[in-house]
């Protein structure tokens, strides 16, 4: 017999009950809002093949895809001679499924691959994990969820303003009120860049994304650095020194007007369908070089380095990959990890929630087990939550389990009570005792 | 720009809205039912290390797992003279990581590692995918969801009888009758064989577990040709044509009447607690060669030959291989992916599971995006699923749209209706028409 020691494989997590009561706890939150907001779920697999997902997520990003062995002999159409120094080349051989990075380029291959059963727009909602095969280090892991909501074949603006009411209705839930919304628009992005006549500005967009990680200052360093016009560099310096608002109408002063025209209306609309002045334009949001080619949003929490929890934004291209062109997209992913540290840290997690056996029966012998499970299947046929201590152990070590479990009610049914045709349900929070007779227990039962 | 054709990996699925629909239905009446029983949620990741999966599944079983290539250059540590052919040796090498094959050996790892955190006995439940590289064909799935409930670290029958109780809960709530719950005992088995001198058994295991495919008469027809004496196959052939309740005491008449106590005690407990005579006991019921030690169940469907919907047993094994020994655990597993084709058989889903949106806005245009955006947050705060269509396009079109969605209400704030502030709600069922004046919104809805 083989002896291992258990240990869970790098960069991932088990979690035990109480986790995954406060997942749920979270999980049915968004889903509860995400049905609200007439979106539906879909699941995908795990696995697609590779072909699906690489040259999706840039070089750097498909190098951490994790691969899976193709079954059987997958060497057999390795070449004995090929020199194993040529990894990338043998990979394409060996392996031609893998784990999904994300939720996004499965939902376009979904999109593409049902095109003619789905009616659009289609507004789907994904709660799964996906893997990443990063370094693994304190917060990061290989295997983790997202919750994304897109809607597919709509160029509505109604979709923009929805996307935002979702994540106040979220936060107004769990109670937290100190984030921002921060959004930004590609096309705008672009219509600046473009007045400034500069064709490839991917390299300010790169520092302009690292703001919130190396602050405002560093930032106008590595500008002032770049290899463009002067005048170029003031423009986009003084816009970054500007509040949200007046960059808004600088950038109509430089002639972009219509550009801006969009943005103005969502936070327009924010304004007047009540939401809170806590949603901002922010000219140095930028979201990675992606696949976004409209409106981008990121949530971040006021006055910390806490990183984003919510983001995402609109693209047109997404499902073009897959031969489906001129659909235009618009999502948000929730990071459910980050949101769990959150709420934590925040204490936001109602008080009860692990509050779960409300009976437990104590054992007094087997002689008593038929009357225990038939007792225990009617509290049960009121939803109750309900325990058969296992053994009949001493009293004291049955009593010390149910206040390690934390139970409710402890039910008592020996030899006294089997005469006599009553159960004594102790309450362990009050400690009070009350005997019922057995053909009155669903009368107690609420 | 690569353009790819969008296709599944071989074996898996994608589910869409009414699928999932249907799964959560299913999924929820079991989670449910195992909180009742107080089974609590753990969650394990999809990725084990190799190490902890091998040597638990047989050779046949680990030749179907999923490997993971190692990250980064995962050639570099195999020698570039090494012969090709060799792919296992290869593998060993290449792949630290895998797939998870099904929810049991990651429980056991779990229990194993976490076991001075665990208050015993531990019952926990699971609902997961599990992987397995084999051959895809119609109703076999290379990626599937198990349900699995263990009561880890307890010896007691209770367990046994809870088991049996919740797959009677189980079918009373999807009301489906016509199911058979068999049990047997490998403590029955081994004593039998053991009495008839047959050290090693396996070959007539292995027919027997043939019998639900092959039939009775195949069976006999190989156990005939075993090379054991004459008498100890008139034994089994005879004890294979009784009927149930006659086998448990022609065993008690061959001296095993001890190893039959338990599954006699098991039966009555059914019996006398109310549950149907649909429990039986099957000297022939085997469920694999595995890793049970005493206890087993299988559920089928009656007079068909769809096979087991739900099966486990109790094994005491299971945690030695991680160094903890002297833990016995009991489980059975819900074959989700069986469930769901005998529930869509049976036309055991309730009709209106695919009713989802509530009300659905038309769109008069962009001018009345506001009043939408406020009306449909006055009505998701009453938990309404609700909608607003995304272009203004002709009412015919919403119409058709809101005909396809299957919603309940259509509700219409045009010209008019902004001039009079009420808005118009069409029931879609019915045809009838009401006008709500907007202060009076909260009211109507129920």
């Known amino acids: 017999m083989k002896a291992i020691k258990p240990q869970l494989a790098s960069g991932t997590r088990d979690f035990n009950q109480l986790d995954m009561i406060k997942r749920r706890y979270v999980i049915s939150i968004l889903e509860r809002l995400f049905k609200k907001y007439s979106f539906f779920e879909i699941s995908t697999p795990a696995i697609e093949n590779t072909s699906t ?32 120094k040529n990894y990338e080349n043998i990979t394409k051989v060996i392996s031609k499924k893998a784990l999904r990075y994300d939720l996004s380029v499965p939902l376009a291959r979904y999109v593409a691959l049902n095109r003619n059963d789905i009616t659009f727009p289609f507004k789907r909602y994904q709660i799964q994990p996906v893997w990443r095969a990063d370094r693994p280090q304190k917060g990061r892991f290989r295997e983790f969820y997202q919750c994304d909501i897109d809607v597919i074949g709509s160029e509505s603006i109604v979709s923009e303003i929805e996307m935002i ?81 007046e960059v808004l109408s600088e950038l109509c002063d430089l002639g972009l007007k219509s550009s801006v025209q969009e943005t103005k ?7 007047t369908s009540g939401l809170s002045e ?12 992606g696949y976004y080619t409209g409106f981008i949003v990121e949530v971040d929490i006021i006055d910390s380095d806490f990183g984003s929890v919510v983001g995402g934004g609109r693209y047109d291209n997404l499902t073009s990959v897959f031969g ?29 929630l692990d509050k779960s056996i409300n009976y437990l029966f ?10 225990y499970i038939g007792l225990a299947s009617k509290l049960r046929s009121k939803n109750k939550v309900v325990e ?18 934390n139970v409710d009610f402890v039910v008592i049914f020996g030899e006294n009570e089997k005469k006599s045709q009553k159960i004594l349900i102790k309450n362990m929070k009050t400690g009070s005792q009350e005997d019922i007779p057995l053909d009155k227990i669903l009368n107690f039962i609420q």
């Open 265 to 271: 209306n969502i936070l327009d609309m924010c304004l």
């Open 278 to 289: 806590n949603v901002c334009y922010d000219f140095s949001l930028v979201r990675g070089l």
């Open 362 to 371: 104590l054992n007094f012998g087997d002689e008593y087990i038929s009357d």
């Open 53 to 84: 997902l690489t040259g999706n997520y840039g070089g750097d990003g498909d190098k951490l895809i994790f691969n899976i062995l193709n079954s059987g002999n997958y060497l057999s159409k390795v070449n004995d001679s090929v020199s194993l």
């Open 165 to 245: 009411n979702i994540i106040f209705d979220f936060f107004n839930e769990i109670k937290f009120k100190n984030f921002r919304v921060r959004i930004n628009s590609r096309s705008i992005m672009n219509s600046f860049f473009g007045l400034l006549k500069l064709k490839n500005y991917d390299d300010i967009l790169v520092i302009l994304d690292k703001k919130d990680k190396v602050g405002l200052e560093q930032v106008v360093e590595e500008i002032k650095k770049l290899n463009i016009e002067k005048s170029s560099i003031d423009i986009i310096l003084r816009l970054l020194y500007l509040d949200d608002k």
């Open 324 to 352: 489906l062109k001129d659909v235009s997209g618009i999502g948000i992913s929730f990071g459910l990890e980050r949101i769990m540290i959150l709420m934590e840290e925040n204490n936001l997690f109602p008080k009860d």
């Open 388 to 405: 058969i201590y296992s053994k009949s152990n001493s009293i004291k070590k049955q009593m010390i389990y149910a206040n390690k479990k």
